[in-house]
């Protein structure tokens, strides 16, 4: 049997706010456990929320980046549940009316093609804290789970798909489609290790042609565009077999294992918790001016779906390469400084794809820490436009600026003596002297059938090439030499 | 000293006739020697208000004194107390030490009172007699073997006592009236959203509202002056100016236009409650105002709709005492759903454990939308009967409770208890602001001899929101014009 994969995705993005949503306390990442928390994280008695402002100015950018609906009313509910990392004994969440309505992400696929994936709804919640379970004892050898509340209060934005992913590779794409977006308009740095940013995968299976959904599983706390990929794809290998083997699917939440590369239950929808969801009495509802929204969607950065067309229709660049530029906030912001210096797009975009992508791939690197800057590459870039030297000292060069040998391309060049030789009568006697250094050679080329010898001349070219330690012009080397040679024929 | 009312205490100490020290040595020492038999304390915290009143005698000094400075009063043990345990009435939180200060006590702390304690209360405020209170019920100044009525049972007693001259209380269904009028004090509980609500161990939020607790509308009406007031910490507290309460109180009341409830004088009212009400209403048509019956005619949903919103809220509300960070934690605890249960089981009592199973129960799956959203309806249409009503006439008038104080151990039965909340309860659903007032005894009155069985009646009057300055200037009328308000109970002459 054919079958069809169907595939929703809610992804917790956390914001970057500077205090948590509802306390004035830091949500910086990695300071000491519970140095972060403050009477309202902890949740002592009589503490009250206060709704961060910045939060939902966040939230509201982010529908907008979505083409979303943006209610005018949106409310606070209480998700109830114990667990000893959620101080409250409940979460405070969007039920009923969240900040953000139905909206629409495209996503690129591999082949370049693009497609629409429906967002159903975003709300704004807050962030658990952390339990520990490694390695602490009460002093008698119990072992004792430590709880972390740092976390607790953090900003999160609660993005909900439609299951319009047919595919592990939508399902990536449609993430880091999120992920541009969100770091495109700053609300979020989207730190997967940190945990900046993780999904819940709803993944169910369907002969081909089936109109109906298949059961579900919910695969929770995926925090990687890898492991999204791997788990679904062992989850639908899973839930196939199972059908084949004439097994049901049951509807559960499993967790991918990335160890094991598999997914195990972790409970089953009887399991499942009732969460008595009501309004929230402490917070009023949230009423969003008109003008307000107005305001925030005059001030949206560019998105990468925009800059993508932009790229392709304005610079004329490949839809590749559109794509891979516009991928993240800072390739772009980094592509277009370098245009911005040389003034040429396609060979900013062969420099920041070529040599800078290699360089940052090989140290793992990411682009906004590149040794190299955008104004240092755009300034090199230049001088290979401007003839001042070669594409070969070009990637000394480059190379020189990486390893911090000198401030720009020029003081490079200076230094290294890579200027380009064009002046034709050094070029001619640097010639000569490889012609007198290469009899055996030059007698080959004399010997041979005219239309090979275009190929011989490549010999040539070397040693003059490494005779003027490579700053000698190519094109110009090229043709004095064929003069040269063939009036010796 | 004792025997007064706190703006005649302030004014003492203004004129210099005693320092806030030795009134607070005086009200101490009373404390200690009587209150044993009334149990109105949990918790007595005379270091901290000698050190309070010396700060006050200071400031005085130094000519920085204001209104209430150096003013001795109480706390209910719902207020969250910097460096004080804090227990709500529950041996929960028994050894809750408070690291902060509520809004209301920060602010009475800067207006230069000293507070002397905190009060008894009903465990978490769920209560109408002051008798779910993990540190014991609380008796009646006025009779020994009387409810003083809840759950700021403790404020009301240690006022009616002459062991404070005021008490801060929280009402979320009628908690600071009922005792007021139990206890034949003045008890203010004011619009939702006037009193900041941050650092008041929340009961009901949609419905807690914390207020003075006092021998005179005037009291009260310095008190609310000082305690109102937006608070960014509290995002339903409401954005709008703090008159000062005691401008209008001597307003008169010429033309004021009454209201009277048709369903607060019907079925279940004590017909001698009834009678000392109505009494009182007339004084008023002495005063100038005229009288008119009126209706609210979702008055008898109000119980029910009450008693979903209150325990739902409750419900979430006290999840955090879980035993994980704070509070009663059982011993040995075998797995976490061991340490839930028995630490829950074990520091919540009968009532406040039937509220969160009420709660729990009303916002489950399938019954949501049955009770909670039910209810929330009916608390519109509750709340539209007194806007309605408030086109017609300026406050309305009836009893604050349907009988006076009960008997120690009389109502046994949870929804008889409830039924005591009937005339008081929809003010919360509705977050308009109530007052009680004094307004005669039931079985023998104190002036005739003061015999055992009289027991105060109160009149409770009502006003639109933020109205808070014509209620105090209505009640204060009237006790200018009578003097149940100046009855004591025998307790209350006891000297030293």
């Known amino acids: 049997m054919q079958w069809e994969t169907v595939i929703g995705l809610e992804v917790h993005v956390q914001l970057a706010t500077k205090s948590k949503i509802f306390s004035g306390a830091s949500t910086a990442f990695g300071a000491e456990p519970n140095s972060q928390a403050c009477a309202v994280d902890l949740g002592l008695p009589g503490v009250l929320p206060v709704l961060n402002e910045q939060a939902v100015a966040m939230a509201v950018q982010f529908g907008l980046g979505i083409h979303a609906e943006i209610p005018e009313v949106s409310v606070f509910d209480r998700k109830n549940y114990f667990y000893p990392d959620l101080p409250k004994g409940y979460q405070t969440s969007q039920m009923y009316h969240p900040i953000v309505g139905p909206g629409e992400v495209e996503i690129t696929l591999e082949d370049g093609s693009t497609k629409a994936v429906r967002v159903h709804h975003a709300h704004l919640e807050e962030d658990a804290g952390k339990s520990l379970h490694e390695t602490f004892a009460d002093g008698r050898g119990h072992a004792m789970t430590g709880i972390d509340l740092n976390r607790a209060g953090t900003p999160l934005l609660e993005i909900v798909s439609e299951p319009d992913m047919r595919s592990a590779r939508e399902a990536a794409a449609y993430l880091k489609a999120i992920h541009s977006i969100v770091t495109y308009l700053g609300i979020s740095d989207g730190n997967m290790a940190e945990g900046s940013m993780r999904c819940d995968v709803n993944v169910s299976v369907r002969p081909r042609g089936q109109a109906s959904f298949g059961t579900r599983a919910e695969i929770k706390n995926v925090n990687s565009f890898r492991f999204v990929e791997r788990a679904i794809e062992f989850e639908v290998e899973r839930q196939i077999e199972l059908l084949e083997d004439g097994g049901e699917v049951i509807q559960e939440t499993r967790l991918f294992d990335p160890e094991r590369d598999e997914t195990r239950s972790m409970r089953t929808k009887e399991q499942a918790n009732d969460y008595r969801y009501f309004p929230c009495p402490d917070l009023l509802p949230v009423v969003l001016d008109r003008a307000y929204v107005d305001h925030l969607r005059d001030t949206l950065p560019e998105l990468p779906a925009a800059k993508r067309a932009r790229f392709q229709d304005e610079l004329g660049l490949s839809a590749y390469d559109a794509g891979v530029l516009s991928a993240s906030r800072e390739m772009a912001e980094y592509f277009e400084a370098v245009k911005e210096v040389c003034g040429d797009a396609k060979l900013a975009a062969n420099w920041v794809q070529g040599e800078l992508s290699g360089a940052l791939n090989r140290e793992g690197l990411p682009i906004q820490d590149s040794p190299v800057s955008a104004t240092q590459l755009g300034e090199l870039v230049s001088r290979v436009m401007d003839d001042t030297i070669n594409g070969k000292a070009a990637k000394q060069v480059f190379q020189a600026l990486w390893n911090g040998e000198g401030q720009s391309a020029d003081e490079v060049i200076e230094a290294k003596g890579l200027k380009q030789v064009t002046d034709s009568g050094a070029i001619e006697a640097m010639i000569d002297q490889v012609i007198a250094d290469s009899p055996a050679q030059v007698a080959q080329y004399r010997d041979a059938e005219p239309d090979k010898r275009g190929k011989m001349i490549g010999y040539f070219v070397g040693q003059v090439m490494k005779a003027s330690r490579g700053t000698a012009n190519p094109q110009q080397v090229n043709a004095l030499l064929k003069e040269k040679l063939d009036a010796l024929c | ?496």
């Not at chain 2, 001795?72 to 902060?100: I, Q």
């Not at chain 2, 109408?128 to 014991?136: H, I, K, P, Q, R």
């Not at chain 2, 005037?218 to 703090?242: M, N, P, Y």
């Not at chain 2, 349907?402 to 509705?430: C, E, H, R, W």
């Open chain 2, 1 to 496: 000293m004792h025997d007064t009312t706190l703006t005649a205490l302030a004014a003492g100490l203004a004129a210099g006739e005693f320092s806030s020290r030795e009134l607070t040595q005086a009200l101490l020492a009373r404390i200690e020697r009587l209150d044993g038999e009334l149990n109105s304390f949990i918790t007595l915290t005379a270091e901290q208000a000698l050190d309070a009143a010396d700060q006050a005698d200071a400031a005085r000094a130094a000519g920085n004194a204001g209104p209430l400075t150096g003013v001795p009063l109480a706390l209910k043990d719902l207020f969250c107390t910097e460096g004080v345990r804090t227990s709500a009435g529950s041996k929960m939180l028994d050894t809750f030490v408070a690291p902060y200060d509520a809004t209301v006590v920060e602010k009475l702390k800067a207006a230069g009172t000293v507070s002397l304690g905190k009060t008894n209360m009903d465990e978490f405020a769920m209560g109408s007699s002051n008798e779910n209170s993990f540190y014991g019920a609380v008796h009646n100044p006025w009779h020994r073997n009387a409810v003083p009525g809840g759950s700021s049972g403790g404020s009301a007693a240690a006022v009616a006592a002459g062991l404070v001259p005021a008490a801060m209380g929280t009402d979320t269904g009628g908690s600071i009236r009922q005792p007021a009028a139990f206890c034949g004090i003045t008890g203010l509980k004011p619009t939702y959203g006037r009193v900041s609500r941050y650092g008041i161990i929340a009961y009901a939020s949609s419905l807690d509202q914390a207020g003075p607790m006092a021998r005179t509308a005037e009291d009260c009406a310095r008190l609310l002056t000082a305690i109102a007031g937006h608070d960014l910490r509290d995002s339903t507290s409401v954005a709008r100016g703090v008159p000062d309460y005691t401008q209008e109180l001597d307003a008169p009341l010429a033309g004021l236009r009454i209201g009277l409830p048709r369903e607060y004088f019907g079925e279940g009212l004590d017909p001698a409650v009834e009678r000392a009400v109505r009494e009182a209403i007339g004084v008023f048509e002495t005063l100038g105002a005229t009288l008119r019956e009126v209706s609210l005619p979702h008055t008898h949903y109000a119980i029910p709709a009450y008693y979903v919103i209150a325990p739902a809220e409750a419900s979430s509300n006290l999840a955090r005492y879980d035993g994980v960070r704070f509070g009663h934690r059982c011993d040995a605890p075998a797995d976490l759903t061991d340490l839930y249960k028995r630490s829950r089981a074990e520091g919540f009592g009968e009532e406040v454990k039937r509220r969160i199973l009420m709660g729990t129960h009303t916002l489950s799956e399938g019954f949501f939308d049955a009770y909670y959203k039910k209810a929330q309806q009916v608390r519109r249409l509750i709340r539209q009967d007194f806007l309605d009503a408030f086109d017609e006439v300026d406050v309305l008038m009836g009893p604050t409770s349907p009988t006076p104080a009960f008997d120690l151990g009389a109502k046994k039965d949870p929804v008889s208890m409830y039924l005591q909340d009937i005339y008081t309860i929809a003010i919360n659903l509705a977050g308009i602001p109530g007052i009680s007032v004094p307004a005669g005894f039931v079985g023998g009155c104190p002036a005739e001899g003061r015999p055992a069985e009289g027991r105060p009646v109160g009149l409770q009057i009502l006003g639109t929101h933020f109205a808070e300055a014509r209620l105090l200037n209505v009640a204060h009328q009237f006790q200018q014009a009578t003097d149940w308000h100046l009855r004591r109970p025998a307790i209350a002459e006891e000297t030293l």
